[in-house]
């Protein structure tokens, strides 16, 4: 593939629900513009884009993917990423090096969640916006219904530059509203416009022109006044109003039946802009601010995906925002403050990988094996660095506790999540110190399947997910004094160790206390230190299901010794068993973690999400509404809460989102209480058999 300059390239990023067509689009236009000699489907598992085994299998894309091709002399890097929402930082990632997007609408199903999603993201990165409602060609098929909802949801400025010739079975081709013209089938052959829909020609043409020319002040006096506008100045402005977000194409066809597709590459070259058109965003500490995407200016690539690989190693993804990068080269990283050595540049397509000298501003490649780099690093120069913006990625919604199969997928499992989570960075990892489980936390259950079937394919790691266990606590909740006497005696010197402890009950936010108030020498000041071993040991175990215990202050205030018998360990083991006495005299109680939950959810779903966290034991702090949405702020136990996310978006058909956060300790209700010390006992019953 030749080099071309950034005022020629067009990075495109396809957004849209699950199951609008996005990849099958990716592949007619891969198709349509000469890149691949053969049209792939999904059903067939023969698509450029979905290549991994865990898409083919799920019929969903899971993976960011590159796909060039080449139109007009320009080149299009397609971006095909996954429109199931589990898989968001993927889309993250996407949208940061893109310059537009294409949104596809089912015409079957309409707006749909993705789709407002999808909006939404846009908007939010002030990406440009071309709608393409798909799937024409299927049963309940309707473009007015659909483009409607559109105007509805989005606003006015979304007009219709296409129009479909028939639908379902009927479906033929597309009129052009702009140029008059009408294109049938896949070879897009120029006819007459059909008489039975001229009218609506005619009505809708008229439509696009009053809003073409209400965003310009020269066209708006032409019209106003009566004069015709030519087809040159209703381009000139649309392009214009295009780049400038005032207003939103609407174009339709059939991807799967490669219909209307040709003129959308038209339209991508006509009004999106091209790479030379970015606003290259800084870090605030970038030594280098005002970059301009121009192959001569300093270097400076984003990161912004990484996939590991067992075989070629580490594969980076990145994107020149200005400069060149070379093959076989060394660049600065300017993150890391080191050197990183390039191998071999790659365009990627799908799977496949074309060699390439350099790569050159505003496009996109591939690099493998690099070292210290990883995504959100930017790469440039050392004496001119610039520092690009990285990709911001969500938090993790969802955890699972992973727990090895065999002792071979213990030793491999710490290694293949650090090569997981290097490659998704909306994947987490952390161990629970309280409950002794590694946790994998992610944006959905889907997410983390399919992470653990990678550990599987990719590293032979086989692992069981389950819901974590919660940490509870134990503490008392009156002061106790208890004593505890060791003495054992057999040939030569026996033990001997007296203690007597009392315990006091802390505040929540406190830690354990241990104190000393021997007096006359009852215990030696050498033997506290075994003490305070002997009583912190203990409290790792509580008395009720043998949880940790916290807040609480134990105080040695007297004992016993012997001159002979008497040890370190003799002491350690009487504080302990005067601790755990004390604990059990203290009446013990059971805490659990209770979190801050901020809950945003649409204003219709309210009710159902109120309702639903009464059930969870949460207590509503307050509810405030915003952009049509509703934030719900509430506290609510962990136990409670472990698979919320599945809940929330069950009930609002995945419009709902929730962040959660450690807030403090709480009681355990009595009856849960008992409960949880039932299972704690059956449990240890159960591993002892």
């Known amino acids: 593939m030749k080099q071309f300059q950034p005022d020629n390239i067009h990075n495109i990023i396809l957004l849209s629900h699950s199951g609008s067509g996005k990849t099958s689009l990716a592949e007619a236009i891969l198709f349509s513009s000469g890149a691949i000699s053969r049209l792939g489907r999904v059903d067939a598992d023969s698509t450029t884009s979905d290549y991994d085994p865990d898409e083919m299998k799920r019929k969903i894309s899971i993976n960011l993917t590159l796909l060039p091709c080449q139109w007009q002399d320009k080149k299009i890097n397609l971006v095909d990423v996954p429109g199931y929402s589990d898989f968001v930082g993927e889309v993250m990632g996407g ?3 893109c310059e537009a997007t294409i949104i596809l609408v089912s015409a079957a199903a309409g707006i749909e969640v993705g789709t407002e999603q999808a909006w939404k993201y846009s908007e939010d990165a002030g990406l440009t916006r071309l709608i393409f409602i798909n799937k024409i060609d299927r049963e309940n098929a309707n473009f007015n ?20 010739i028939g639908a379902h079975n009927d479906f033929k081709g597309i009129i052009d509203l702009l140029k008059l013209k009408c294109y049938i089938g896949e070879e897009a052959e120029e006819s007459e416009i059909p008489t039975s829909l001229k009218d609506q020609v005619d009505s809708m043409r008229e439509k696009m022109i009053e809003t073409i020319a209400e965003v310009d002040d020269v066209l708006i006096e032409k019209y106003l006044a009566g004069e015709e ?5 209703l381009e000139k402005g649309l392009k214009q109003a295009i780049t400038s977000g005032k207003i939103i194409p609407v174009l339709t066809g059939s991807a799967l039946q490669n219909i209307a597709v040709r003129q959308l590459l038209d339209a991508i070259c006509n009004y999106l802009p091209s790479a030379a058109e970015t606003e290259i965003v800084t870090t605030t500490d970038s030594k280098i601010r005002d970059v301009k995407p121009e192959p001569e200016s300093p270097l400076a690539a984003l990161i912004f995906k990484t996939s590991a690989d067992p075989y070629v190693g580490k594969l980076t993804y990145f994107r020149v925002f200005s400069g060149t990068i070379e093959s076989n080269s060394q660049v600065w990283n300017v993150n890391q403050g080191s050197t990183e050595r390039i191998g071999q540049l790659f365009i990627m397509r799908g799977k496949n990988q074309e060699p390439v000298p350099r790569i050159g501003a505003g496009d996109i490649g591939a690099v493998a094996k690099l070292n210290i780099t990883v995504t959100g690093d930017t790469l440039g120069h050392q004496d001119k660095p610039v520092k690009i913006m990285p990709v911001t990625f969500p938090e993790p919604i969802y955890s699972v506790a992973v727990h090895p199969k065999t002792k071979a997928d213990l030793d491999k499992l710490g290694s293949s999540l650090a090569r997981l989570t290097e490659e998704d960075l909306t994947l987490r990892m952390h161990r629970d110190n309280d409950t002794g489980e590694t946790i994998l936390s992610g944006m959905g259950d889907t997410q983390l399947d399919v ?3 990678k550990m599987l394919r990719k590293f032979g790691v086989s692992v069981e997910l389950t819901i974590p266990k919660v940490p509870y606590k134990e503490t008392i909740t009156q ?9 054992k005696q057999s040939g030569g010197h026996g033990q001997y160790g007296h203690v007597l402890l009392e315990l006091t009950p802390l505040s929540r936010d406190s830690v354990n206390e241990f104190t000393t108030t021997v007096v006359g020498g009852s215990v030696p000041k ?8 002997g009583v912190n040991e203990a409290a790792k175990q509580g008395v009720l299901a043998g949880y940790p215990v916290v807040n609480v202050k134990a105080n040695l205030f007297d004992g016993s010794f ?14 302990a068993g005067a601790f755990r006495k004390g604990l059990s ?3 013990p109680i059971l805490l659990e973690p209770i979190m801050d939950i901020r809950v945003i959810v649409p204003s219709d779903s309210t009710g159902d999400i109120m309702g639903d966290l009464n059930t969870k034991r949460a207590r509503v702090q307050g509810m405030n509404p915003a952009d049509g949405n509703n934030i719900v702020e509430a506290q609510a136990p962990l136990a409670e809460m472990l698979r919320y996310a599945i809940d929330l978006k069950s009930m609002t058909q995945g419009r709902g989102t929730y962040s959660m956060k450690f807030s403090h300790f709480e009681e355990v209700p009595m009856h849960i209480s008992q409960k949880i010390i039932d299972e704690r006992k059956a449990e240890k019953e159960a591993d002892k058999s």
């Open 95 to 97: 949208i940061r090096v």
């Open 479 to 487: 002061s106790a004094k208890a004593e505890y006497k060791h003495k």
């Open 526 to 533: 050498n033997y506290f230190p075994a003490v305070e071993k």
């Open 562 to 575: 012997h001159p002979v018998d008497s040890s370190e360990i003799c002491f350690k083991i009487a504080g």
């Open 145 to 164: 219904r659909t483009f409607e909802q559109i105007q509805s949801r989005f606003g006015n400025k979304c007009i219709a530059l296409q129009i479909p």
């Open 451 to 453: 992470a653990a079937e």
């Open 585 to 587: 005299d203290g009446q």
């Open 229 to 233: 506008i030519s087809r040159e100045e």
